[in-house]
């Protein structure tokens, strides 16, 4: 595994965060995880800079819920924890991508290994990817 930054490196802790363009309205930025296996993109989420800093601190994925308004680590609900194996910056800085490894395999709230199960065809949205847990099994409801 390659080494990840830590923030607690000596004056890195702030430098490599700054270099993110951060939205100015919401301090937002969108964070995209895909599985370091087999390059699908499994999800799109938000990070602050304490949720960045989070998910390399804990090597584990953190991600802001603009619908909670809070930090939630990835899993701590339903066990899918995503395990960082490498973070990138694009080019403009105004998104990370997160190479992660998929514990348990799902991904998305909906039972699924990805959020993107559902494909246009012919004018409607059609989920080609099936269930793999039931989600009311992971969550309890739903």
């Known amino acids: 595994m390659e080494r990840r930054p830590r923030a607690t490196?000596?004056?890195?802790?702030?430098?490599?965060?700054d270099a993110v363009r951060w939205d100015g309205a919401t301090g937002l930025v969108p964070a995209i995880a895909q599985d370091a296996t087999t390059g699908?993109?499994?999800t799109l989420?938000?990070?602050?800079?304490e949720a960045l800093r989070l998910t390399v601190d804990s090597g584990?994925?953190?991600y802001?819920?603009?619908s909670r308004g809070q930090l939630w680590?990835?899993?701590e609900t339903s066990g899918h924890v995503q395990q960082?194996?490498?973070l990138r910056l694009d080019c403009d800085a105004d998104a990370v991508l997160v190479?992660?490894?998929?514990v348990g395999g799902i991904a998305c709230h909906t039972g699924r290994e990805s959020c993107f199960f559902l494909r246009y065809d012919d004018g409607r949205w059609v989920a080609v990817d099936p269930v793999l847990k039931d989600p009311a099994a992971i969550y309890g409801h739903e």
Request: charged share 30%.
């Open 9 to 17: 490196d000596t004056n890195a802790a702030d430098a490599w965060l």
């Open 40 to 42: 699908r993109v499994l």
């Open 45 to 49: 989420a938000w990070m602050n800079r």
């Open 60 to 62: 584990r994925v953190h």
């Open 64 to 66: 802001w819920s603009r």
């Open 73 to 75: 680590s990835k899993g």
């Open 84 to 86: 960082v194996r490498e």
């Open 99 to 102: 190479a992660v490894d998929q």
